[in-house]
């Protein structure tokens, strides 16, 4: 069993995983692993830094130990450690950049020799910032009473930067608003003063190049380049959670530019206080600016954001085919922009003009084709993501409250969502009793409303259920 070629056996492995990650996640985050042992089912893998070993064993997880399972069916889980002796796999480390030009190295030779050698890991930090989207900006974003704060907040923002709210921390579920609420705000702070620097970057490209400048050794450039902002856009914070040294250098970047009067403005999935992993001293200091939530928009203001969009189509609709529309699809405003795609397409293709029965009868086979049936391995997987747990973990008998709670979560959304029978459920959480899950479906029931961690997790969930159900 213990018998595996373990340099065959990883290839395998890594030729699995290339096939289904980025290049770009690939090259950060499996190139200089190794498969060092296996003992008594569990695999050691050899990972160059912190952040491979926190992102394998959270992040890629369910991943690795699946294709243990399809290639070495004897190795059921794993750990990480990290690699002390410098390996003939690893990178030259910051000592050696100047024999192994970077970047950074100014010399063309070397810049050229580079792309030709390890073009597939360029080590360039400012490669992966996307530039700020024109699209978004205040004049298209619609104000209404479930966003009114978190705009006049962004709207402040841009006129002071660093003065008034720093950080800015705006908080919402899926296709809500944020991104392009932050982008306004990026975009107007360049119109008014094309000299400001300003950065929008997910949290998880920020992690991608923190990883990779420890790794080139370029880490006081990226650094400075954070430090020379005007204003940092970063989206998507829930990210960060739960990687410890993401966490801490984003916290001495953060600190720098909060000392240097720099603007910060943040978004996440949910409130600093919900994100259970995020450093104590990181969530204080977002808590210590102003947050603001986005929640979900009514039903005039669906309408409203439908009138406006079909406008800038270039398209007018019925008022009864947008109610209709507006009625119909009630989680996010990505939803409603879906539906009206979906709309013009079809009469444009057709050459029909969208009356209200046409516009009724394509929504139809919309709506139906977007509730993608949900398994109940769809919900504890989704379920194990919001609490980042493993979501084998949930499976098995521990008491832990760090696992109880989620598994509650889990089996109550099990029950309410897909109507399983308690027996089936109880069947999926390695055979427990019926009362069990009768008392956690229950439990949940009851803190439902009154519990904030109940609340949030709940919510959270279901908005992330709905939109797998819509990818
Ligand atoms: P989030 O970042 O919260 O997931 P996005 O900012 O990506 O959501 O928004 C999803 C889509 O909905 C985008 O195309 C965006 O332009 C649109 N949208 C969201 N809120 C509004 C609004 N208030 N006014 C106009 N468009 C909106
Ligand atoms: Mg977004």
Redesign the pocket.
């Known amino acids: 069993m213990e018998n595996f070629d373990l340099p065959k056996t990883w290839q395998t492995i890594l030729d699995d995983i290339e096939s289904q990650v980025s290049p770009a996640n690939f090259v950060t985050w499996f190139k200089n692993t190794e498969l060092l042992e296996v003992v008594d089912g569990s695999a050691v893998i050899s990972v160059p830094n912190g952040f491979a070993k926190e992102w394998l064993e959270n992040r890629f997880a369910h991943l690795l130990t699946s294709l243990f399972q399809k290639h070495a069916s004897g190795i059921t889980r794993f750990e990480c450690r990290l690699s002390t002796a410098p390996s003939r796999l690893l990178r030259p480390q910051p000592k050696m950049v100047e024999k192994t030009p970077t970047m950074f190295s100014h010399s063309t030779t070397n810049y050229s020799n580079l792309q030709t050698k390890t073009d597939e890991s360029k080590p360039s930090f400012t490669s992966h910032q996307s530039p700020l989207n024109p699209?978004?900006s205040f004049h298209?974003?619609?104000?209404?009473e479930h966003?009114e704060l978190a705009h006049a907040a962004a709207k402040a923002i841009v006129g002071s930067l660093g003065n008034l709210y720093n950080p800015l921390f705006i908080y919402?579920?899926?296709?809500?608003?944020?991104?392009?609420?932050m982008q306004s705000v990026g975009n107007a702070v360049k119109k008014e003063d094309p000299t400001k620097k300003v950065v929008y970057i997910s949290a998880e490209r920020f992690t991608t190049e923190l990883v990779e400048s420890l790794r080139n050794g370029t880490m006081e450039q990226f650094k400075s380049h954070y430090q020379n902002l005007d204003l940092l856009i970063i989206?998507d914070i829930q990210f960060l959670a739960g990687r410890e040294k993401t966490q801490h250098e984003f916290f001495h970047i953060f600190n720098s530019l909060y000392q240097l009067n720099k603007q910060i403005l943040i978004?996440s999935d949910r409130p600093p206080q919900s994100i259970a992993t995020l450093e104590d001293r990181l969530r204080s200091r977002f808590q210590g600016g102003m947050i603001a939530d986005?929640s979900r928009?009514s039903l005039e203001t669906r309408v409203a954001?439908l009138s406006?969009?079909a406008e800038e189509k270039g398209v007018k609709l019925p008022e009864e085919a947008l109610v209709y529309i507006a009625e119909n699809i009630v989680h996010?405003?990505?939803e409603?922009?879906g539906a009206l795609n979906k709309i013009f397409a079809f009469c444009q293709l057709q050459h029909l003009t969208p009356t209200v029965a046409l516009i009724k009868s394509i929504l139809q086979d919309y709506l139906v084709k977007m509730q993608k049936n949900i398994s109940p391995q769809d919900i504890i997987r989704i379920t194990a993501e919001y609490f980042q747990v493993d979501g084998k973990l949930l499976l098995e008998p521990t008491r832990k409250q760090s696992i109880a709670f989620p598994r509650q979560i889990a089996m109550y959304l099990l029950r309410t969502e897909l109507a399983l029978p308690l027996n089936q459920i109880g069947d999926l959480f390695g055979g427990r009793d019926h009362t069990t899950v009768l008392h956690s479906v229950e439990k949940i029931e009851s803190g439902k409303e009154g519990d904030k961690n109940t609340k949030t997790a709940l919510h959270t969930i279901h908005e992330r259920l709905q939109a797998f159900r819509s990818e």
């Open positions: 699209r978004y298209n974003f619609i104000v209404a966003n919402g579920g899926v296709g809500l608003g944020k991104t392009h609420l989206d978004s986005i928009p954001i406006s969009k996010n405003v990505r409603l922009e």
